[in-house]
Structures are given as C-alpha cells and as structure tokens.
C-alpha cells in the first residue's frame, strides 16, 4: 500500500537533523514527489537534509493558500500512482495551522496509508512551557484583520476561558505581533494569565507566562518579525 508521509519542519532552525526524527529524514529521502507549501523552503530543507544529494531531484505540488480548486484535480491524479509521496510543512507540524489537510483527506480516500512523523510542532511545544490547562484547549490560529470578526473571535476565547477553562491559543503575521501584545494587555483583566513564546527551538527562544498585571509592570519584549505564539489560560 503507498504511504502518504507527513514530515515536519523545523522551526527556523538550518539543521534538521537536530529536531526532525530520522524515520522522517529517511522516508523523506525514499519519496520521488512531494506536496510543499512553498517550494524555497522545501528545497532548502532537502539541502540541508541531504548535503550530498540534489535538492532539486524531487518533483513538488504546491498546495497552500493559492492553490485553487482546479489545482487540487491535478493533485488527485498523484494518488493513482503507488509511488509513496512525502508533505512537507514550511515550519513544524503538517496539517496543523497548515494548508496540507486536504492531502491528508485525498490520500485517506485513495486507500492510502498515511503515516505522521516526529518533528516540532509550535502550538504543542507553546502549550507545553505555559503551565496552563493543556487538557482542553482550543487554537484559533492567525486572527483575522476584519475588526467584526476579530472581535465575536475574541468573545469566542474569553468564554471558552470563563465557561470551559479552556486554553486559548492563537498567533499573528510576524509584523504584527508587538500590536497583538498590546492587544491583550488592554483587552484582559489584569489577573488573567498570559504566556508569549516566541522563536522556539532557536538560540533566542524566549517564553514568558505571568499575569496581565504584572506584563503591564515588565519592559514589553520586542517580537516583531518573530515567529510568536500567545497562549491565554488559568
């Protein structure tokens, strides 16, 4: 049966052998074609996988946010071949706050084993170091600009916080995070407890979990154009 593999990338980080498990490394090696959602940081991932070999001896399906319903007919015409095919996320997990779930969906209606491999994932690593509830959890991913529905988004969490207890995660476009921190100082009170965790698995990782109250007597790290992560929580 062919395999669907879904292997991770790192976060930032050039060497993939430090963080990426080496079943993935070595069924990324035995796999011809692959689904990227950009072919520069795939290509770039081979290459430093694989310093020996030719990082462009695989061929690549775009899928992410421009791939168009028609694109995705030509997709489907991969998995009528037995060769196995390898997703391969930009940063961290596939599938997860990534465009690669509708190969997962194609591969499962094909008949096709999938097989998920060990690699970083932000959100998990993020809700690991909070110290907040990581029994229920809900992410909401990049919160849109529209300002009606950021808002019934932001409503969402806080009753998810107040009724469920639940963990609230979600994450900004990299210029836009210093504005997103101020967001929630202003928008939260002031014994809420809220962690920002920013370039993780890199040399400048930094997480830091407090109250609101006392974020608003700390210096305001600067995060922008930084990979950043905000977590909400008791």
């Known amino acids: 049966m062919p395999v669907l593999h879904l292997i991770p990338n790192t976060l930032g980080s050039r060497n993939p052998l430090e963080v990426v498990a080496a079943t993935a490394i070595e069924a990324l090696r035995g796999c011809d074609r692959m689904i990227v959602e950009s072919d520069r940081f795939a290509r770039r991932f081979l290459k430093d996988a694989f310093p020996n070999e030719n990082p462009q001896s695989k061929q690549s399906f775009l899928l992410n946010e ?23 996320s930009d ?5 997860v ?3 690669g779930a ?8 094909a008949g096709w084993s999938v097989k998920p491999h060990a690699g970083p994932s932000s959100i998990l690593l993020a809700l690991m170091a909070s110290g907040m509830n990581g029994q229920q959890f809900a992410f909401k991913g990049y919160l849109p600009r ?3 529905i950021r808002e019934r988004i932001w409503k969402e ?4 916080l107040q009724r469920r207890k639940e963990t609230q995660i979600f994450m900004e476009p990299p210029y836009r995070n210093n504005q997103a921190l101020k967001d929630c100082l202003n928008a939260l009170p002031a014994e809420q407890q809220l962690c920002v965790a920013v370039d993780l698995t890199l040399e400048t990782e930094w997480i830091c979990s407090q109250p609101i109250e006392k974020w608003k007597k700390s210096t ?9 992560l905000f977590l909400i929580g008791h």
Do not use: Y
């Open 220 to 228: 305001l790290p600067n995060l922008d154009k930084r990979p950043c």
């Open 146 to 148: 529209d300002g009606s």
């Open 97 to 99: 706050a990534d465009p």
């Open 66 to 88: 421009h791939t168009t319903p028609e694109d995705l007919v030509d997709l489907i015409q991969w998995f009528k071949s037995d060769s196995d095919i390898a997703l391969l």
């Open 91 to 95: 940063a961290g997990a596939p599938a």
């Open 157 to 160: 969490m806080k009753e998810g």
């Open 102 to 109: 509708a190969a997962v969906r194609m591969a499962h209606n």
